[in-house]
């Protein structure tokens, strides 16, 4: 949490500033990075606001694959990737309920219509003046698949994924790369910097136009700033803010691994400045290890890779209730199953269950995996020399948090089943077919499967039978979110719009602190980042052209 | 809708008005009705507007049970209903997931636990009061249980549910008199009504205290309300603004059967007057006839009884499951079960089917129900004089909205499935014992039950045979909501509170229209309409208490 106390996030009044620029932008993340260079590379003199001692936000933890529809080497290397085919995949992921194949804007509201739009015609642009600049440059990753690429509704299925140019070969460290690079260009292009500033409201002018923000310091002083043009809010999520999470989100996740900044500023910030907020109820969901959400570890980074082909997920009673390889996404909606008849989430909390092949042979500290190398941060390792050892710490732990996780225990016939359990997957594993939930069978689930023994013949790569001898290896998940979806609610120029649908003059956002129209959509990896540097572009070229006669924004 | 179109919500600032009372009272349900009643009666000048043309709201469309936790008949034949039994019922179905026994709040926030307790102190004497005065008088639903009347933490399962005295017997029409009779008092004590007045905006003084409204009438007339004490909305959910809906909503509802009037007008007046949101994500649920909801339907009731013993709910695949006699709230949760594999909610649409012994001895207009009597209203209902018929029809039927509802289709082998499905129901009828989904085995479920036809004999008698030749009925079915939970959150007192957990002086809200602290959870019959009396009272009361010198809004 940010150690500035939220203050009221009603508009000011003023007219004495401390200081001023043409475009204030408020987040030090790719979201805040970006909208400054755009804006500055426009000749706009810019100050950007970080909450935070330092800047990177969430991208800092990210792997920062971003993903890019049409871009320059698909285009390069003749891969189609056409305009309303592409929209089409991100309809009906979006909103699959309302999906509509014959309906002008696919059954989807004529705003999400229109932000997939700006997505596909502005992120490759977006993508390719940074790199020209040398902000960021990239690497194709062109064996990537989107995450739905068995889709028909996919036409351009691998293609759409770069990646920050210098990255490691295992491309998980793309955010600390991303940061370094935009954070560098921004300070030699003279984007000024003032971290350690938590902007609380807006100043707005007679007629409600925003011309400027209020932000407190850690020393506890009010500063304001005067913006020329616009304010442009890139400030985060609302994942490390408990009461948000638990009264927007449609599923009571227990954290999530955005930056502890992320408090949600922006939807009290925005709402107050009479912005209609938007996608409240939907999040960038991945499963987390549960025992990092309850201590608040700032570690925590999301499940991406479900590692280990000799292990399952089960429930309290031991039962496999999912495919443990579906992408992350949708793996995370598993453990949120509800029980009407009793009043339950039964799923809350599964438990992974490895072998000594997997320990082995799997472990990794990166992309959030949960099989780590023994002594690496493997506090939320429960281990077992026999079935009956593991399920006695199993029991235990889940004693240990009992308080947190509504009561939630061990079935009493937990180690019967789990063996019953065990035998059926081995059964799934030698044959390469998991009959009951098709584990392994599509394209991301095999790029996540991460590390494994070399097996001579593998039938199905991500399933090997489970050992008859011990020691094996036990974790607890639960669903989490890498960051949150909603909030004030932006036209494609990034305008922050009013109930009427009016823009708000002088107020812009972009990225995870406005509504995103993805829904309950991860379209692919990169499937944040993209969009982001997308709308960072269109609201720094929109925001630059305000404050002329005759403003845009009416 | 209303046909007065939604404006600004931001504050106004004026001195000059066009009429003026001690306390202005937004919305004429239950919750404005009582709030005005209980401020009329302490001495203020009380002036209450409605939207609508009419008073009523959603009210007027309910039974109007309400639940009163250790009401005074209880004390008087002898239920003890002890304070902290009461809060812990309520907290463990509130937020099951952070239920916790032994902790001082019980897992829950500060603010839901002296909600529950506001609740419990407040709703007998509210209902007392209105008792008392004739405004509403009860008579006592003694055999009436509590929705989970079977769970450890119910210690009084019977005994808190009231009806308006002069209800039917069928206890159905209770809203229609609680309306009749509220009105008839706030007009005989003075309170002077005003309909027609679409509410846009507080009015507030350079502290920011709320000194008053701003409405438009359907004349397009703008009139300036001052109050001298307080603004108390009452204003109703967001049930019928779609994108509110879409973009809160913990589930993708297709409508529900709040008044037309509830399209969430206080979650912007309140947003934009600095109020926190709580509760967003939540709604009072109830299954309804999917084509009421798609044909926009005012007469859309929500499908409280499930009546029918002969009659299965069947998804697309022509298998059953859910348990069809679950309590509404927990009934409509089976709609949107989650297929993370698939990107999509498989029983977004159920199918009712019933054979002629339920259309003979359980049709009704009551309740929702949709079994109804042939010819009154029944374009919902699917007719076939075989199986294969049956099939045949409602695949049509499918076809007809597919474009709606996701593309949705019956599959291939549904006769052949639902075959099977009646077979195996057929048995569980016969032995009076549902395997699969123990329907029939709660006390509730026998209250919703509905009228049947007699049987000698009845195991069970929720569950009778599907008879082995036509014809044949069905009903396309969907979770709805009766309306949401959202909105500003409130204190106690009913003050709505800023981001910083301070009060914002001068305004309040009571009913759907502010945060509901009761999250997932319906605990009755009437628990809706029972806290919201609570809290009129407790607002009303406070309000009137505004404006002496030392305020108590500090």
Not at 291 to 306: H, M, Q, V, W
């Amino acid at each position: 949490m940010s150690t500035i106390a939220r203050k009221s996030a009603l508009p000011a009044k003023r007219t004495a500033f401390d200081a001023e620029a043409d475009i204030v932008v408020v987040g030090g993340g790719a979201g805040g990075l970006a909208s400054a260079l755009f804006a500055r590379w426009q000749g706009n003199e810019v100050l950007l606001l970080e909450k935070a001692d330092e800047l990177g936000g969430t991208t800092k933890k990210a792997a920062f694959w971003y993903w890019v529809p049409n871009n320059k080497h698909m285009q390069d290397i003749g891969i189609e990737d056409r305009k309303d085919d592409c929209i089409r995949y991100m309809a009906r992921l979006s909103r699959p309920e309302a999906y509509d194949p014959e309906h002008p804007t696919l059954g989807m509201s004529q705003w999400e219509y229109d932000s997939y739009a700006a997505i596909y015609d502005n992120a490759s642009p977006a993508t390719e003046l940074l790199a020209e600049k040398g902000a960021l440059e990239y690497r194709h990753c062109d064996f990537v698949p989107d995450y739905w690429a068995e889709l028909p509704e996919d036409k351009a299925p691998k293609g759409r994924v770069l990646l920050p140019k210098e990255a490691l070969p295992s491309m998980s460290d793309g955010g600390e790369v991303a940061v370094r690079t935009m954070s560098a260009k921004a300070r030699a292009d003279g984007v000024r910097i003032q971290t350690g500033h938590r902007v609380q409201r807006t100043v707005v002018d007679d007629s409600g136009a925003v011309v400027g923000v209020e932000a407190d310091t850690g020393a506890g002083k009010t500063v304001a700033f005067k913006a020329r043009k616009a304010v442009i809010f890139a400030s985060g999520g609302f994942t490390h803010d408990v009461s948000m999470r638990k009264n927007f989100l449609s599923v009571p996740v227990f954290g999530g691994c955005a930056a502890r900044s992320n408090e949600g500023d922006f939807v009290n910030i925005g709402a107050a400045a009479g912005a209609e907020l938007r996608n409240m109820n939907y999040a960038w969901m991945c499963p987390i290890v549960l025992e990092k959400a309850l201590n608040d570890d700032p570690s925590l980074i999301g499940t991406f890779s479900p590692s280990g082909d000799s292990m399952i997920y089960v429930d309290r009673n031991g039962r496999r209730v999912t495919n443990e390889k579906l992408a992350y996404n949708e793996s995370a909606q598993s453990f949120f199953a509800w029980d009407p008849a009793k009043s339950a989430y039964p799923n809350l909390v599964l438990i992974a269950i490895w072998d000594s092949r997997s320990q082995q042979h799997s472990a990794s500290e990166e992309y959030g995996r949960f099989i780590v190398p023994e002594g690496k941060d493997d506090g939320h390792v429960i281990k077992g020399e026999t079935l009956a050892d593991l399920t006695r710490n199993i029991r235990a732990r889940f004693k240990e948090h009992a308080s947190r996780i509504g009561g939630m225990a061990i079935a009493e016939d937990f180690e019967q089943t789990l063996k019953a359990t065990i035998k059926r997957f081995n059964g799934f594993a030698e044959a390469g077919k998991d009959e009951d939930f098709h584990r392994g069978e599509r394209q991301v689930e095999l790029l996540f499967n991460g590390p494994a023994a070399e097996t001579p013949v593998a039938l199905n790569p991500t399933m090997y039978p489970i050992a008859g001898s011990g020691p094996y290896y036990a974790a607890l998940l639960t669903g989490g979110n890498l960051d949150t979806k909603g909030g004030p609610v932006t036209n494609a120029n990034g305008q922050v719009l009013d109930h009427t649908g009016t823009p708000i003059r002088g107020l812009y956002g972009v990225g995870n602190c406005v509504a995103s129209a993805s829904a309950r959509a991860y379209w692919a990896g990169g499937a944040t980042l993209g969009p982001i540097l997308a709308f960072a572009y269109l609201a720094a070229n929109a925001a630059s052209a305000e404050g002329r006669v005759g403003t845009k924004a009416a």
